[in-house]
């Protein structure tokens, strides 16, 4: 019905025709629903939501199908599936295409908790070896691969040192060798980067980040043109697993992903001024934001993202003292985990969402105690710059410290 239309017009479209008109998805909370009669010659497949069918919300929900119609609709995928969480997402991605004894090709600068999963249960418990790989190099890729490899997963760009891999060349790595490629797009959002456009097979977003936008709901999603994948999920969602996502938080998301085109325009504005701030202070030994020229992918980003997003990260002079220092002294941008909401949000990788991995694995793919993470907000850029001056106001410059001390 909208696949012909702009993305704006997509985001904003309801993808249900409701029989009473609402132009917003009405909150369907009913956990089963009545049916007309006995039918002895229908199975459970063969209820359709797209006729208005529904029997019991774990198989199926009518504000959750629509927006899983939506979410499917901006990456331009024929199925969508929505899931508790984005950790949700992506088990059910591993637990319905790849089985015990077969391998697994990873970027090695995937979220922490992503790695963990993949380390501490597949690897671990289910038997599925994973193997990862500096996906900047797409050769890294290549010869990673093996006969028995049926999954190749990628996150570009990467949390929290916004590094970028070539998704059409790795498509055609995987397509090669039997392998599905998977690609987690949360940092961009369908608003900038589309990886079925580019061949992957599977597209995975924490919709708790920049498809809900507003820091109140958590979720995942699942999007693919491929029958046999959907089929594997759909089956994974709603019988197996049964982590699909509630009625009252696909409520949420559906109505944040009507406004993720402007948002993520201005997201991307303020991340490209800060970033360009921040690259001039002293206290800056290096920021990476894919916008930047002297990001080493920028020219990677400008062919496979339409805009550069709205995250960045820094490294701060100092190590853990000046990064408390600085964190502490802000008062427009908030402490704290997660990103895409309408608020800056600021993240000390060490002693927060990194933490687990310890300082020998942090130090191993380069996070260093310093780094600050910053998902940046819709707030006017000026009272962000100055929120950053007060911060940095807070913290010893090296000329300072060596007066200090003498």
């Given amino acids: 019905m909208w696949s012909d239309k702009k993305f704006s017009t997509r985001a904003v479209a309801e993808w249900v025709d409701w029989q009473r008109g609402d132009v917003a998805s009405p909150i369907h909370l ?36 629509a ?32 089985q015990p004894g077969e391998h697994i090709v ?14 501490g249960l597949f690897d671990d418990h289910l038997g599925i070896e994973v193997e990862f790989v500096d996906a900047r190099e797409t050769d890294a890729v290549a010869n990673a691969v093996r006969p028995d490899t049926a999954l190749v997963w990628m996150e570009t760009p990467t949390n929290p040192l916004i590094q970028l891999c070539d998704i059409e060349a790795i498509a055609e790595i995987a397509a090669q060798h039997d392998a599905l490629f998977g690609v987690d797009n949360t940092f961009a959002s369908p608003y900038f980067q589309r990886p079925l456009e580019l061949g992957a097979d599977l597209v995975a977003h924490s919709t708790t980040k920049y498809l809900n936008g507003h820091s109140d709901g958590v ?23 049964g982590n699909q996502l509630s009625p009252f938080d696909s409520y949420l998301l559906g109505r944040g992903m009507k406004t993720l085109p402007m948002r993520m325009r201005q997201h991307e504005a303020n991340a490209t001024a800060l970033a360009e701030f921040l690259a001039d202070h002293d206290l800056v030994e290096q920021v990476r934001y894919p916008g930047l020229k002297s990001h080493p992918q920028h020219d990677l980003a400008r062919e496979q993202m339409d805009g550069y997003g709205g995250v ?9 003292p000046e990064a408390k220092a600085f964190c ?15 608020e800056t949000l600021v993240n000390h990788a060490a002693t927060m969402t990194h933490e687990p991995l310890g ?17 940046v907000g819709l707030e006017a850029i000026d009272d962000l710059v100055a929120d950053f001056e007060r911060g940095f106001s807070a913290v010893q410059s090296p000329s300072d410290r060596t007066a200090t001390t003498q």
Avoid: H, W
Wanted: no cysteine.
């Fill in 106 to 119: 990873a970027f090695d600068d995937l979220y922490a908790g992503t790695r963990r999963m993949f380390e």
């Fill in 67 to 98: 927006v899983e119609q939506q979410v499917a609709g901006l990456e331009d995928g024929m199925y969508g599936f929505v899931f508790s969480s984005g950790t949700a997402a992506i088990s059910t991605a591993l637990l319905s295409l790849v």
């Fill in 328 to 342: 502490e002294s802000l008062r427009v941008a908030n402490l704290a985990v997660s990103l895409g909401g309408v």
């Fill in 30 to 65: 009913s956990s089963t629903y009545e049916l007309p009669g006995i039918d002895p010659e229908m199975s459970l497949e063969e209820i359709d939501p797209s006729e208005g069918e529904f029997i019991y919300q774990r198989l199926s929900n009518p504000t959750r199908f």
């Fill in 312 to 320: 960045l990260s820094f490294d701060l002079v100092g190590g853990i």
């Fill in 219 to 241: 979720g995942g999603a699942l999007i693919t043109d491929s029958s046999p994948i959907a089929e594997e999920i759909q089956f994974s969602q709603q019988v197996a697993l």
């Fill in 359 to 375: 300082p020998e694995r942090r130090a191993d793919i380069g996070i260093g105690d310093g780094l600050i993470r910053v998902s």
